[in-house]
């Protein structure tokens, strides 16, 4: 089973990043140049990211004993990393923040959350003997 959770996280050809195609890349958020949408491409990613992360748990709770609990550890970071990333887009969708003020807050969370995910790939290429 950890081959296949593995293969959910590993690199695709042509990706940035441990994710899976249905994460939109940051390229489309990063060009936008009016708050609409670059809010509109960040929820496309949050919904990415959802997708993501619920596929990592369904495979990780088919998963036993300490490896099980390791991968639910690992997907809670990420998803602990998404919610920053949420929230911060809620500031920028409200206004409560100034354009380029949030726009700067909402892309660390989103290299954070995209580090957090790299990080965990990474744990599988240098040998890690259990999932994470």
Do not use: C
């Amino acid at each position: 089973m950890q081959a296949s959770i593995q293969a959910d996280i590993e690199e695709e050809p042509g990706q940035r990043g441990p994710r899976l195609d249905i994460v939109e890349p940051p390229a489309a958020a990063d060009a936008a140049e009016d708050r609409r949408t670059f809010v509109g491409t960040v929820e496309a990613q949050l919904r990415g990211w959802d997708t993501y992360l619920e596929r990592l748990q369904v495979t990780a709770a088919t998963t036993g004993g300490t490896a099980r609990d390791q991968a639910e550890a690992a997907i809670s970071e990420l998803r602990r990393h998404r919610n920053e990333l949420g929230e911060r887009l809620s500031q920028v969708r409200s206004a409560s923040t100034a354009w380029s003020e949030g726009r700067k807050s909402v892309e660390a969370a989103r290299d954070a959350l995209e580090q957090s995910a790299a990080d965990l790939a990474a744990r599988f290429e240098h040998g890690a003997t259990a999932w994470p």
